[in-house]
T-cell receptor
Framework: AQSVTQLDSHVSVSEGTPVLLRCNYS??????LFWYVQHPNKGLQLLLK??????LVKGINGFEAEFKKSETSFHLTKPSAHMSDAAEYFC?????????????FGTGTRLQVTL | DAGVIQSPRHEVTEMGQEVTLRCKPI?????LFWYRQTMMRGLELLIY????????DSGMPEDRFSAKMPNASFSTLKIQPSEPRDSAVYFC????????????????FGEGSRLTVL
């Protein structure tokens, strides 16, 4: 069975400082991993994905994540936070079950960006 | 391009009433998902369809919930009778290609239907 743990429910950073949102996963197989962002009153939008290619994955809006198998981690980072980055972020692991596939969402990390 | 379209965006109803939520997936996508989001339980998969056929409905809470996909461009999620604990935001998402989410790597979400059951 697969699972995903987002280690922080809430992270607060100042504008212009680095962002680190932590995610650990558990999967029986080689997983595909994703980060999604949800702005207030909006649906989720894909930030980036890892699907067994390069371990350092670059996404939209300057975000990137590194897949570390030895640590079972997929942390999301950004060098410099912007006010518009304030949102909820979800780490997601996928697993193929037969001919289908299933996503497991983390509980989310709310990112607050202050002036 | 039109994204996933959900209606209504907001619904307030009284306990015992029937609620129908609607979703139009992105044209050409062959997989459709219904999720429920609450503060207590986060994002939960209720059911998903592939080529209009329900593949996994193990997340549907109970018999009061039902979902249909009569064609590739329309799906409904119905709650009858509704209860206050059904209050949540319901999201529809779609994706395309063989293998679904693993191959395409992306789910496209609608903006959600916020349901309040009094």
């Amino acid at each position: 069975a697969q699972s995903v743990t987002q280690l922080d429910s809430h992270v607060s950073v100042s504008e212009g400082t680095p962002v680190l949102l932590r995610c650990n996963y558990s999967s029986s197989y080689s997983p595909s991993l994703f980060w999604y962002v949800q702005h207030p009153n909006k649906g989720l939008q894909l930030l980036l994905k890892y699907t067994s290619a390069a371990t350092l994955v670059k996404g939209i809006n300057g975000f990137e994540a590194e897949f570390k198998k030895s640590e079972t981690s997929f942390h999301l980072t950004k060098p410099s936070a912007h006010m518009s980055d304030a949102a909820e972020y979800f780490c997601v692991v996928s697993e193929r079950t037969g001919t289908a596939s299933k996503l497991t969402f983390g509980t989310g990390t709310r990112l607050q960006v202050t002036l | 391009d039109a994204g996933v379209i959900q209606s209504p965006r907001h619904e307030v109803t009284e306990m015992g009433q029937e609620v129908t939520l609607r979703c139009k997936p992105i044209s050409g996508h062959n997989s459709l998902f219904w999720y429920r989001q609450t503060m207590m339980r986060g994002l939960e998969l209720l059911i998903y369809f592939n080529n209009n056929v329900p593949i996994d409905d193990s997340g549907m809470p109970e018999d009061r919930f039902s979902a249909k996909m009569p064609n590739a461009s329309f799906s409904t999620l119905k709650i009858q009778p509704s209860e206050p604990r059904d209050s949540a935001v319901y999201f529809c998402a779609s994706t395309g290609g063989t293998g679904g989410i693993l191959n395409t790597g992306e789910l496209f979400f609608g903006e959600g239907s916020r349901l309040t059951v009094l």
